[in-house]
C-alpha cells in the first residue's frame, strides 16, 4: 500500500538488514524488542481478566503494527477518522471500530460504503447522528453496528445521561440497517492522572456511569452486549471490571514521556519506551549540539521531547531543529552523530511520519509506511 504520493514518501529512510547509525534521518525508530514485550504484557493481562483487546490504531496508524496486535489476540482494531478505517481495511483488517462521531455527508457515504467490505462499527451521542448514518447506509446498499458513546467523564464527546442513552436505542432500533451493539465509554482525561490512587478514583465514577447507561438499556430491552473503552493509563481498571467487555489502548506499543510520567500501578505490567525519532548532529557548539529534528519531525503537546543519551537536556525545539545542552562530565557529541529523541506524545508524532523503521538491535529489520496525512478526514 503506498503512503503518499509524494517523491519523498516514495523513498524511505532505511532497508531491512541497514545499521542504525545509517538510517536517514529524522526517522521513526520502533524498537522491536520492547514493542513485542508491551504487546505480550498487555495482551496476557487482558486475557487473564477475560476481556477482549481492540488495540487503538490512532496511537501509530501504521497497518503493519495493527496486523501484529492482530495475531498477539487483539479482536480488531479502533480508529478515530473514516480515513484511518480506510487504510486499515485496505490492509486486510476486517473488524474496525471507528471510536468517533462521524458528521458530514462526504464522511459518512464513504463509512457506508466501507461497511459494504468489513466489520464495521462507529459511535453516536446525537440524534440526528442515527437519522444520517441510517441514510448513508440504506443509500449504499450496507449495515453498521453503533456504538452509544456515553461521557464517563471527559467532558468532550457523549450524552450526559441515561435518558438520552435511552433515546438513542430507540432512535437506533427504529432506524433501518443499524444495530445498537453497546457503548463505548473511554475517559480519556484520566489516562494521564499521574498517581495511581488519582486513576483508580476516576476509573470508580467512569464505571459508575458505565454500568448505570448499560444496565438501564438492558432493562428497557434493549442489547448492549458490549462496553468498549479504556486506555494505556486504565487499562487494568476496566480489566478488572467486569463491566467491560473490550479495552482500546493504543500507546502501549509505542509509549513516550507523558506516559512514562505516570506513577507506575503495582497491577500493572511495566511497559518500555518502545519508538523514538533518531535524529543526526548537524551543528557542534562548545556546549551544545544542534540536530536535525524539529516540530516537524516530533510533537511537543505534550512537552518536549528527551535525548536517550545522559548528561544531555534539550533546550529549544523549532521547525527543524532541537537544540541540546551538554551537562558538565558528559562526553562531547561528533558531527554526524546519531541521536535518539523519545517523544512527549507518541501519537501525533507517528502522525508526522511517512516510515516506521523497525529495529532490532541496532539492525534495521524492517521499514513499514504510516497512512497518510489525508487519513485524517
Known amino acids: 500500500m503506498s503512503s503518499s504520493s509524494s517523491g519523498h514518501a516514495a523513498h524511505p529512510p532505511a532497508a531491512p538488514g541497514d545499521a542504525l547509525a545509517d538510517v536517514d534521518t529524522p526517522a521513526l525508530v520502533l524498537d522491536l524488542d520492547a ?6 504484557a498487555v495482551h496476557g493481562h487482558a486475557r487473564a481478566n477475560g476481556v477482549r483487546v481492540r488495540a487503538h490504531g490512532k496511537a501509530h496508524r501504521c497497518p503493519e503494527i495493527a496486523c501484529r496486535q492482530l495475531a498477539a489476540g487483539a479482536v480488531g482494531v479502533c480508529c478515530q477518522k473514516v480515513g484511518e478505517a480506510e487504510g486499515f481495511a485496505a490492509a486486510g483488517i476486517d473488524d474496525i471500530l471507528v471510536s468517533n462521531e462521524i ?12 461497511a459494504r467490505s468489513v466489520r464495521l462499527a462507529v459511535c453516536v451521542d446525537h440524534p440526528d447522528a442515527v437519522t444520517a448514518l441510517a441514510q448513508a447506509c440504506v443509500a449504499e446498499g450496507s449495515r453498521l453496528d453503533v456504538l452509544i458513546e456515553v461521557d464517563v467523564g471527559q467532558g468532550r464527546c457523549g450524552v450526559a445521561s441515561v435518558d438520552e442513552a435511552l433515546a438513542l436505542a430507540r432512535a437506533l432500533a427504529a432506524a433501518p440497517r443499524l444495530r445498537l451493539r453497546g457503548l463505548q465509554a473511554y475517559h480519556g482525561g484520566a489516562q494521564h492522572l499521574r498517581t495511581a490512587g488519582e486513576r483508580a478514583a476516576a476509573f470508580g465514577e467512569t464505571m459508575r456511569r458505565a454500568a448505570r447507561v448499560r444496565d438501564t438499556l438492558r432493562s428497557a430491552g434493549f442489547r448492549c452486549e458490549e462496553v468498549s473503552g479504556g486506555g ?10 467486569g463491566i467491560y467487555t473490550e479495552i482500546q489502548p493504543g500507546s502501549y506499543v509505542l509509549m513516550d514521556l507523558d506516559y512514562r510520567a505516570n506513577q507506575a500501578d503495582a497491577a500493572a505490567p511495566a511497559l518500555r519506551q518502545a519508538i523514538g525519532v533518531l535524529a543526526t548532529v548537524m551543528s557542534v557548539r562548545d556546549a551544545h549540539v544542534v540536530l536535525d529534528a524539529g516540530l516537524k519531525a516530533l510533537a511537543l503537546d505534550s512537552g518536549p521531547p528527551a535525548m536517550r543519551l545522559p548528561g544531555w537536556a534539550v533546550r529549544t525545539v523549532s521547525d527543524e ?17 546519531r541521536c535518539l529523541l523519545d517523544p512527549g506524545h507518541c501519537d501525533p508524532t507517528m502522525a508526522l511520519h511517512d516510515w516506521v523503521v523497525a529495529c532490532r538491535t541496532n539492525r534495521v529489520e524492517a521499514v513499514w509506511p504510516v497512512l497518510p496525512r489525508g487519513a485524517s478526514r
Open 35 to 40: 514493542f513485542e514485550a508491551n504487546l505480550a
Open 103 to 114: 458528521v458530514g455527508a462526504a464522511k459518512l457515504a464513504r463509512l457506508a460504503r466501507l
Open 321 to 337: 531543529h532541537t537544540v541540546v545542552d551538554r551537562g558538565p562530565g558528559t562526553p562531547a557529541l561528533s558531527l554526524g552523530a
Open 232 to 241: 494505556t493509563g486504565t487499562f487494568i481498571h476496566e480489566a478488572a471490571s
